[in-house]
C-alpha cells in the first residue's frame, strides 16, 4: 500500500509492506519473504550463530527478541531478512544463513515481548534516553518529553489533584521503534546534569567496516569537499567533516543521505559521469528516505540529532537535484507547484523538532544549530531604500480571491495576527525578512538556513495551500523572496535555483499578473 508516512512532509510518499501476525509467539521459518509457520510447529534447536552474525545480532531470550547491535533496536520477527537486506546491504546467498540462525529462535511479536521489570539494568545495546514517569499511584504511562506527559494529564487524569509531583524523571529504554514502540524504565546509570544532554547513541567512531568501497570512496568526497560548503563555520565543516559521519555509522538514513549528497555533487563536478553520479544519489536516497520517515514518528533525545541533520542534507539534495528528473528525490506529483518539495521540507522540519529544539541546542550539534538562527544582537545594516519600495508597491497588489480588495484592504492589526489572511500575513514577513537578510549579510554571518527560518519556516500552511493551487499573489510574493537567495548562487547546490524558480513563477502567471514580477525577470 502506499502510505502519506508524515502528515508534517506531505510530499514524501513511500510504498512499504507492513505485514501483521496473528499469533503472539512463534517459531520462525522465515524465507526472504518472511512467511511464518503455524504456532504449533515444534521447535527447532538453536544454532550457535556464526561470528559474522554475532557481530551483527544478539538474541535474548528472556525478552525473545533479536536485537541489531548496529541499529541498536530489537528486529521485528517478520521483517528481518529485509532488514539485512536494505539496512546492511547483506546479499541473498549471505542472508540465508543469518535467516537460518533466526528460524532457530523462538522470537515474540512486538505486543507480546515480556518487558523488563521496573528499574532494573538497561537491557544491554539499546540506548537509554530521559524521559518521565507518571507520578499518579495506580498509572504506569511513560514518555520522553514533558508536552507529552502534560497531554497524558490533560486526557487522562484531568482535574485530579495529588500531594505529589505529577511525574518524575526516568531513564528509559525501548525494544522496538515506531509503530511498535513500547518503553519501560530502567535504573539510571548516572545523574547526568538537566543541562548536559545525552551522549548520542552511536556504533563507535570511525566504524564503517560495513560500508562499501563506493561508499568509502563517497565518504572522501564529503568529508574533503562537499561538507565545506554545507558548513559555514570552522566548527560546524569540522562536525560535518567527522562527527556526523561518525554518527551516520549508527542511523543508515544518515548514511545513505550523506553519501546521496555527495554523488549529487559529484554529478556536478564531473560534467562526463553525471548521469552515473546522479543514479547513485537517486538510488542512495531511495534508501534513506523510507529510513527517514519511519523515524521521524517518533523524535527523541536519541535521535533528534541525527534526523536534525539529515534535514539538513535532504533540504540541499532538493535544491541540487530540483532541476533533475523523476528519478531523483521529491518527483512532482499531482498538480502541486514543481518548486514546493523545499518548501515542505522547511515547514516539516519545523514541526518534527518543536519539541526537542532547545534539547539539540545544548547537543553535540549546537554549532551547527546556531548557524540557523538569526542573531538579534547584531546592529541593524542600513535599508536597502529599492528592496522597500518595491515590497511596499506590494501593498497594493490586487489579492487575487477577494475580488478587488488589494492586500492592504485584506490587513489586519497585529493583535489579531492568529485571524490574519494568508497573502498579508505572508508579506508583512517577508518585509520582516529583508532587514534580518541584510544585516546578517553585512556581518558575514547570512546562511542558507538562516534564509529559511526568516521567512519560509514563517508561513503559513494556508500560504502553502494557495502557492499549491499556483495563487498569482501568492506566487509574486515567492518571486520575491528569490531577492533573499541571490547571495548564494555561488555555491554548487544553490547555482541556478534562483533563475530556476523565479522563470517557473513567471510561466505560470497570467499575462496581467507579469507586470509585478518584471523587474526581477530583468535582474537574471
Known amino acids: 500500500m502506499t502510505l502519506a508516512i508524515s502528515s508534517q512532509l506531505p510530499c514524501l510518499r513511500i510504498t512499504y509492506y507492513c505485514p501483521k501476525s496473528p499469533i503472539p509467539t512463534l517459531h520462525m521459518n522465515m524465507n526472504d519473504c518472511d512467511q511464518t509457520r503455524s504456532a504449533s510447529t515444534q521447535a527447532v534447536q538453536r544454532i550457535v550463530p556464526t561470528p559474522q552474525q554475532s ?22 520477527p517478520l521483517a528481518i531478512s529485509r532488514h539485512l537486506k536494505e539496512l546492511h546491504d547483506i546479499c541473498r546467498s549471505d542472508r540465508e544463513g543469518f535467516m537460518t540462525y533466526a528460524r532457530s529462535l523462538s522470537l515474540a511479536n512486538p505486543k507480546d515481548v515480556p518487558l523488563p521489570k521496573y528499574d532494573t539494568t538497561p537491557v544491554p545495546f539499546l540506548p537509554t534516553q530521559r524521559g518521565f514517569t507518571c507520578g499518579l499511584s495506580g498509572c504506569d504511562h511513560l514518555c520522553v518529553t514533558v ?40 535504573r539510571g546509570l548516572a545523574s547526568p546534569s538537566p543541562m548536559q544532554p545525552l551522549a548520542v547513541n552511536r556504533a563507535p567512531p570511525g566504524n564503517f567496516s560495513s560500508w562499501t568501497l563506493e561508499d568509502l570512496d563517497l565518504l572522501r568526497h564529503f568529508r574533503s569537499s562537499t561538507c565545506l560548503e554545507v558548513g559555514h563555520s570552522s566548527g560546524s565543516r569540522r562536525l560535518w567533516q567527522t562527527t556526523i559521519p561518525e554518527m551516520a555509522c549508527g542511523y543508515p538514513f544518515l548514511k545513505y543521505g550523506i553519501l546521496a549528497l555527495s554523488a549529487l555533487h559529484l554529478a556536478y563536478l564531473r560534467l562526463p559521469e553525471r548521469g552515473n553520479y546522479l543514479l547513485k544519489a537517486a538510488s542512495y536516497q531511495s534508501k534513506a528516505l523510507p529510513l527517514f520517515c519511519s523515524s521521524i514518528s517518533n523524535v527523541d533525545g536519541d535521535n533528534c540529532h541525527p534526523l536534525v541533520a539529515f534535514s539538513m542534507l535532504l533540504l540541499i539534495h532538493c535544491y541540487a537535484s530540483e532541476e533533475e528528473d523523476e528519478k531523483l528525490v521529491l518527483a512532482r506529483r499531482g498538480n502541486r507547484s514543481e518548486l514546493l518539495d523545499w518548501l515542505y521540507i522547511i515547514r516539516g522540519s519545523r514541526s518534527i523538532f518543536r519539541d526537542t529544539w532547545q534539547y539539540m541546542l545544548n547537543g553535540p550539534l549546537s554549532p551547527i544549530l546556531q548557524e540557523t538562527i538569526f542573531p538579534e544582537h547584531l546592529a541593524p545594516a542600513p535599508e536597502n531604500i529599492e528592496h522597500s519600495r518595491r515590497l511596499n508597491l506590494l501593498s497594493a497588489m490586487p489579492f487575487a480571491g477577494m475580488g478587488n480588495k488589494s492586500v492592504s484592504q485584506t490587513h489586519t492589526p497585529k493583535s489579531t495576527k492568529s485571524s490574519q489572511s494568508p497573502i498579508p500575513a505572508a508579506l508583512e514577513a517577508l518585509s520582516n525578512a529583508f532587514p534580518k537578510a541584510q544585516t546578517a549579510q553585512s556581518h558575514s554571518v547570512y546562511t542558507v538556513c538562516i534564509a529559511v527560518r ?67 525577470m530583468e535582474s537574471i
Not at 506527559?149 to 524523571?169: D, S
Request: proline residues 5%; positive net charge; aromatic residues 14%.
Open 147 to 186: 508536552k507529552r506527559m502534560k497531554r497524558h494529564w490533560a486526557h487522562t487524569h484531568n482535574g485530579v489533584i495529588i500531594n505529589e509531583a505529577r511525574w518524575r524523571p526516568v531513564v528509559l529504554q525501548t525494544f522496538f521503534r515506531g509503530n511498535q514502540l513500547r518503553y519501560f524504565a530502567v
Open 454 to 520: 526568516i521567512w519560509p519556516a514563517q508561513v503559513s500552511s494556508d500560504y502553502l495551500a494557495l502557492l499549491k493551487k499556483n495563487n498569482p499573489a501568492a506566487l509574486i510574493l515567492l518571486a520575491h523572496y528569490c531577492i533573499l537567495l541571490e547571495p548564494f548562487e555561488s555555491s554548487w547546490y544553490m547555482h541556478g535555483f534562483r533563475r530556476r524558480l523565479l522563470l517557473r513563477i513567471y510561466n505560470q502567471l497570467d499575462p496581467e499578473w507579469r507586470h509585478w514580477v518584471q523587474w526581477l
Open 55 to 76: 557481530r551483527l545480532l544478539t538474541y535474548l531470550p528472556a525478552h525473545q527478541v533479536l536485537i541489531c547491535k548496529e541499529c541498536r533496536y530489537a528486529i521485528q
